[in-house]
């Protein structure tokens, strides 16, 4: 595949909203039953891996970086990799000081000497031009354009490691638990807490802990069957098959309390994905947040996000506004 078939592929999956398979269907309907040249179709995983590709060579461009990989990487790696070097820790340098006609709008000075009329009620169309007026004649060009970001967080996000107080991302995603180091550290360790007994074969528990670790596995079991994701996503309903289990219910601003961890069995997940994303729906930012979504955490990222007074937006929409307002007068830490 040459640059021009991956540039429409990134194009027609970011214009038309379509995914990967989708437009493998177009491909394929359009082209791949007309011309003999073509002899099997492509595949997803092939237009995936254009989408990849291209992109990552897009934002190095823009990055003035000349990046260079490994060569037969898989897709995981590639995206790790260039991630280690492009991803500026969630920051992307391509948004950076994004400005369009939806999310930039011109600065409106307001007028405070315009008076009623009167004599007579105007009428609607009137009003209209006099209102168009008025604002034309308030417009200031010479200020500087007036800039907005929204910042909302997603309630889903990557699982981590294990370890207590460690967040770094998992040394693989099957059925590891532990990042690179900490994998290293446990090796052959039974996966209880505080137990320093060798595990037993195809097993993550010592011969001491395998009734924990049996009750774990038949439990994953049950909840890996089949209707067990549409069961959850009804919590609020007591259906006959489901326990009887209190729901744990985590306000949404506030740090969840540590749990007491007994084992290592189960790799937990960041709380939510942070996102700084320009109106248009460009995205600026983003972070995981590992157990809440809380005015201080938001600040902290804002902070790193709009590190100077001058790359800070004029305005940022956050529906927890009152909230971040409050704690940042508190803390004063955005007191400039």
């Known amino acids: 595949m040459d640059r021009i078939f991956s540039n429409a592929v990134v194009n027609g999956m970011y214009n038309s909203h379509a995914s990967a398979s989708a437009y493998m269907e177009f491909w394929n309907n359009s082209f791949g039953k007309t011309q003999q040249h073509i002899r099997s179709p492509l595949s997803c995983h092939q237009i995936w891996q ?18 260079s990989l490994r060569d037969n990487l898989a897709i995981e790696e590639i995206t790790k990799e260039a991630f280690s070097v492009l991803g500026e820790e969630g920051a992307i340098q391509a948004a950076n000081q994004h400005a369009c006609s939806e999310c ?26 006099d209102s168009d007026i008025d604002v034309a004649n308030s417009m200031d060009v010479d200020h500087a354009p007036v800039k907005i970001v929204v910042v909302d967080g997603i309630c889903f996000g990557p699982q981590h490691c294990a370890h207590p107080g460690c967040a770094d991302e998992l040394i693989n995603y099957h059925g590891e638990v ?32 395998q009734p924990q670790w049996k009750k774990f596995v038949a439990q994953h079991k ?8 549409k069961i959850t996503q009804r919590p609020t309903e007591i259906l006959p098959w489901v326990a009887n289990r209190e729901p744990r219910i985590q306000p ?4 969840m309390e540590e749990p007491v961890q007994k084992n290592y069995f189960k790799a937990p997940s960041f709380y939510c994905v942070e996102t700084v994303c320009a109106p248009c ?38 529906d927890k506004a009152c909230q971040v307002l409050r704690s940042a007068v508190r803390n004063k830490s955005w007191s400039p």
């Open 50 to 67: 254009a989408f990849v590709q291209e992109s990552i060579c897009t934002l190095a461009t823009c990055a003035n970086i000349e990046l």
């Open 252 to 255: 949404h601003d506030e740090e």
């Open 178 to 209: 532990f990042c690179a180091i900490h994998t290293r550290e446990y090796g052959a360790k039974c996966w209880v807490v505080n137990c320093d007994n060798v595990k037993v074969k195809d097993t993550q528990a010592c011969q001491q802990h």
């Open 281 to 318: 729906g460009v995205i600026v930012a983003w972070t995981n947040f590992a157990k809440a979504e809380s005015p201080t955490n938001i600040l902290a990222f804002l902070e790193k996000v709009f590190p100077t007074e001058e790359s800070r937006p004029d305005y940022i929409c956050i």
């Open 222 to 229: 049950r909840q890996s069957g089949g209707g067990y994701c």
């Open 104 to 129: 930039t709008q011109k600065y409106i000075k307001p007028d405070t000497n315009s008076v009623a009329p009167a004599t007579s009620a105007p009428t609607s169309d009137a009003m209209d031009v």
